[in-house]
């Protein structure tokens, strides 16, 4: 291999629509594998068995292929038009984070790394294996040593570049190619991620515990969840963006340019009142191409649900009751916990609307303990 591959390389993997693509050692031994055994071994992945049953795969690339020499590490900006997160003010609307309102990345990424392997395959004659997010591979240390960014606080991969909206790819090569410099940590004394988490999922900087984690509990829990969740989750309804959206680095944030990930008009900010209603048919047709898709009917529903049980707007209460005949108990179950949310909703507003005709003192509706009138 006379000539270096790597300009031409890069100079392929932006025209297929890709905004980084940097090269790291996949071969050199790093921490992470054990990390990630601590994350498994403290119980924090949860309900994701593949990532206890793929552990030692997951270790390290060799781990997976023992022929890997060097890792291309792709990265393609998502970045939404605005802050996401005022959207959460608009009382009937469900929401879906940024990553999960046009197609879904997958199908959009994986063509695309395919054509770029078999590209690299060509310029240097060696075997090449492609991998985006389900392949038991640690891709956030990958692109970190890559140099495309650094694991904030938060855990994920951002950079000084894209700030946070990025999702990553890899190609690994049997080709010794040479390699970028690891970016650094950047985070300072900032702590602005761990401190708008809802639900309090990082047990210490730069550590998540899943278990507590919207996303996770939205998109890969498939039972009711425990009550202290479904009222934080507020209308979160698929996936959570608070602490990538509250991070200063998206100053440095661009549009995404890629026309499939960007935002469904349908899926940003849809009334929770239309989502409650989907059977089947329609939530397959609704979310079609969409990573939505991947979690059914029944779970999404469930979701709605306990976002219509947070909504204090009795206008819901008819929604969530047409749901307590579902065929799915998880449903009927979310639709019982909803109605018992938006009935105390419903009690105060009677028992406000009673203490206004009697003009009594406003101070006393400090006072509501729940039971009266
Ligand atoms: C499992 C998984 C999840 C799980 C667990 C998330 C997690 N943080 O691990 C859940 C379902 C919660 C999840 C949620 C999300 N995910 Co996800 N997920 C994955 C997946 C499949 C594996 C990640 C993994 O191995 N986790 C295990 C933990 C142990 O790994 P880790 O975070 O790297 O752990 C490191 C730190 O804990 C650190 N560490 C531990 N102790 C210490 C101490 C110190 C001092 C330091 C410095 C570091 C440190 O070292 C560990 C090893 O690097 C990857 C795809 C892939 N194959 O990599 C996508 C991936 C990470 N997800 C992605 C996305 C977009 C998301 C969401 C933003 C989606 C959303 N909007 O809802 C959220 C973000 C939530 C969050 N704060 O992390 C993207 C992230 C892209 C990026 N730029 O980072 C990925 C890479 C998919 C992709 N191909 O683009 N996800
Ligand atoms: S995605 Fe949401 S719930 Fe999960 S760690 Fe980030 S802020 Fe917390
Ligand atoms: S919000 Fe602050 S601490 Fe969190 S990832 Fe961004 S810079 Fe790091």
Not at 76 to 98: F, I, R, W
Not at 127 to 142: G, N, Q, S, Y
Not at 275 to 288: I, P, Q, S, V, Y
Request: with cysteine; proline share 5%.
């Amino acid at each position: 291999m006379a000539v270096d591959p790597r300009p031409s390389i890069r100079e392929r993997a932006l025209a297929l629509g890709f905004d980084a693509c940097q090269f790291a050692s996949a071969a050199e031994p790093w921490n992470a594998g054990e990390r990630l055994a601590h994350f498994v071994q403290a119980g924090r992945h949860g309900e994701m068995g593949w990532m206890e049953t793929t552990l030692a795969r997951r270790a390290h690339p060799t781990a997976m292929w023992d022929g890997a020499r060097t890792a291309i590490v792709l990265g393609m900006n998502y970045g939404p038009e605005t802050d996401p997160l005022p959207q959460m003010a608009d009382v009937g609307a469900g929401y879906l984070s940024v990553y999960a309102r046009g197609d879904d990345y997958h199908e959009v990424i994986k063509g695309r790394l395919k054509t770029l392997a078999g590209q690299v395959a060509a310029l240097t004659g060696q075997d090449v294996k492609v991998f985006v997010d389900t392949a038991p591979l640690m891709e956030k240390p990958l692109a970190q040593r890559a140099g495309l960014g650094w694991q904030g606080k938060h855990t994920n991969l951002l950079s000084r570049r894209h700030g946070n909206w990025l999702f990553l790819g890899v190609i690994l090569t049997a080709a010794e190619l040479e390699v970028d410099a690891a970016e650094i940590d950047h985070c300072g004394s900032c702590t602005a991620c761990l401190t708008a988490c809802p639900t309090n999922a990082f047990p210490a900087p730069y550590q998540l515990d899943a278990r507590r984690c919207l996303s996770y509990l939205t998109i890969e829990f498939a039972g009711p969840w425990p009550v202290e969740f479904r009222t934080a989750t507020g209308s979160r309804i698929y996936g959570c963006d608070d602490c990538l959206a509250v991070c200063p680095w998206n100053k440095f944030a661009s549009t995404a340019r890629e026309g499939r990930l960007m935002a469904r008009a349908a899926l940003v900010s849809p009334r929770l009142s239309d989502l409650a209603a989907l059977d089947d048919a329609a939530f397959r047709t609704l979310f079609a191409k969409n990573p939505v898709k991947r979690i059914g009917r029944d779970r999404f529903v469930r979701n709605v649900l306990y976002a219509i049980g947070n909504s204090a707007d009795p206008n819901l209460i008819a929604a969530a009751q047409a749901r307590l005949g579902d065929e799915s108990a998880l449903v009927r179950g979310a639709a019982v916990w909803a109605l018992s949310r938006l009935a105390d909703t419903a009690r105060f507003l009677a028992w406000r609307n009673e203490a206004m005709n009697h003009e009594t003192d406003p101070g006393v509706l400090a006072e509501w303990d729940g039971t009266a009138p």
